[in-house]
């Protein structure tokens, strides 16, 4: 079993529409978790972090988290093409004290106009 | 945001030779840089972990004399490609914690793509 599981997409979303993404861990111990944009060809950029339980909001983009049923959620609102790319999920171990994160494979989101 | 820059975003070399990539937080002190390699189409696999003034911790698989790490300053690692052949051609990207960041936030560079020939 993967430590970070995502659904690879392609992920199609119409202009305008709700993208919602989905992140599962296996180390039920996991105190912080990360959502990273990834362009084609480019490095990857914060989006947000989340370490509570429930939505945290910043802009168009909405983190959800269920420690519990363990998994991460990212909802993106009023999805544009630009929008368009690759979101890795990440998690942070607490075993591990040098901030290493566990990346997912990342899901491809395709917004079309 | 902070920023992390590292040079080259492209290097071509031939087989059997050395290459470095260097990787430095323009604004702020990075205690801890992480070496990371993606291959086409999958995520970011995660090389070692470098410390200013101590020997990189490398994950299982990495050849430590293969890939040599330096953390010389605060705002300084390199990553050093020996020997290098066709199948090291990869993206190498490095990312940098900020000491006082929130746990876990790191800040990347902007990646190297490496092709050797």
């Known amino acids: 079993q993967k430590e970070v599981e995502q659904n690879s997409g392609p992920l199609s979303v119409p202009e305008g529409a709700i993208a919602s993404l989905n992140c599962t861990y296996s180390d039920r111990g996991s105190q912080s978790f990360f959502w990273y944009r990834q362009y084609s060809g480019k490095s990857p950029e914060l989006i947000m972090f989340i370490y509570s339980n429930g939505d945290k909001e910043d802009g168009r983009f909405t983190a959800q988290l269920n420690k519990a049923s363990q998994y991460v959620s990212l909802l993106i609102r009023d999805s544009q093409p630009s929008d368009s790319a690759t979101y890795l999920c990440?998690?942070?171990?607490?075993?591990?004290?040098?901030?290493?994160?566990?990346f997912g494979a990342g899901t491809q989101v395709v917004v079309t106009p | 945001g902070a920023v992390v820059s590292q040079h080259p975003s492209r290097v071509i070399c031939k087989s059997g030779t050395s290459v470095k990539i260097e990787c430095r937080s323009l604004d702020f002190q990075a205690t801890t840089m992480f070496w990371y390699r993606q291959f086409p189409k999958q995520s970011l696999m995660l090389m070692a972990t470098?410390?200013?003034?101590?020997?990189?911790?490398?994950e299982q698989g990495v050849e430590k004399d293969k890939f040599l790490i330096n953390h010389a300053s605060l705002t300084l690692s390199t990553l050093t490609v020996t020997s290098a052949h066709p199948e090291d051609s990869s993206f190498y990207i490095c990312s940098a914690k900020r000491a006082e960041g929130a746990t876990g936030e790191l800040f990347f560079g902007e990646g190297s793509r490496l092709t050797v020939l």
């Open positions: 470098s410390n200013e003034g101590s020997k990189a911790t490398y």
């Open positions: 990440a998690v942070l171990r607490t075993t591990d004290s040098w901030g290493k994160l566990q």
